[in-house]
């Protein structure tokens, strides 16, 4: 079955250093792929997303590429801030797959420190 | 666009009583809802599929006639804990589902903000 793969972190980071949270997977088809950010005591937001091979999904200066060759959509940030400190999720979803659900990794928490 | 909010966020109830939770799409029409439920630290666990005007799909596992989930219009999805118990205490979170056509249509879940509940 469809499935994700994230780094589980926790990953711990100064103010301005750079980001990279690996996201592999595993799908039939060609899926569609997602990264949601969950801060402390809330739901989860969409952070960007794409739907076809080398699509670039770009949001709040957070950029993730799809790619077909590495199954992989890994999220990078060229320089974070304290306020980014939250868990992050890579989704998927395969419309061949054969189910209408939301594929979720374990998700990766991540802390800034000023 | 595409907002989603529940009410309420918070509930603290006493143990054998029902809580309703309110899921509504704000701007965009859902056919299809989704709960989870997440525990401390760690990922979402969908509990069922809600599908608007029709009986709610649930995941193995989940007692259908402890958590009744009721899709009654294209903004809005129910989920009601019957007799909670202090083990039912947990975050529950809805999604919306929205198409928009990419070269096929394609599918994004948006997320409610979440509610939290204590069950005493």
């Known amino acids: 079955g469809d499935s994700v793969t994230q780094m589980e972190g926790p990953v711990t980071l100064s103010e301005e250093a750079f980001l990279t949270i690996n996201c592999t997977y595993t799908a039939t088809g060609y899926p569609s792929l997602f990264w949601y950010v969950q801060y402390p005591g809330e739901g989860l937001q969409l952070l960007l997303k794409a739907t076809k091979a080398d699509d670039k999904g770009s949001n709040k200066g957070f950029e993730a590429t799809y790619r077909k060759e590495t199954t992989s959509f890994h999220l990078e940030k060229g320089s974070v801030q304290v306020s980014d400190s939250a868990v992050y999720f890579c989704?998927?979803?395969?419309?061949?797959?054969?189910?209408?659900?939301?594929?979720f990794g374990k998700g990766t928490k991540l802390t800034v420190n000023p | 666009g595409a907002v989603v909010s529940q009410h309420p966020s918070w509930v603290i109830c006493k143990s054998g009583t029902s809580v309703k939770i309110e899921c509504r799409s704000l701007?965009?029409?859902?056919?299809?809802m989704f709960w989870y439920r997440q525990f401390p630290k760690q990922s979402l666990m969908l509990m069922a599929t809600?599908?608007?005007?029709?009986?709610?799909?649930?995941e193995q596992g989940v007692e259908k006639d402890k958590f009744l989930i009721n899709h009654a219009s294209l903004t809005l999805s129910t989920l009601t804990v019957t007799s909670a118990h202090p083990e039912d205490s947990s975050f529950y979170i809805c999604?919306?589902?929205?198409?928009?056509?990419?070269?096929?249509?394609?599918?994004?879940?948006?997320f409610g903000p979440g509610t939290r509940l204590l069950v005493l």
């Open positions: 989704a998927l979803i395969s419309p061949q797959g054969g189910s209408e659900k939301l594929v």
């Open positions: 701007d965009f029409q859902a056919t299809t």
């Open positions: 999604s919306a589902r929205d198409w928009e056509y990419r070269g096929s249509m394609r599918e994004t879940q948006y």
């Open positions: 809600s599908n608007e005007g029709s009986k709610a799909t649930y």
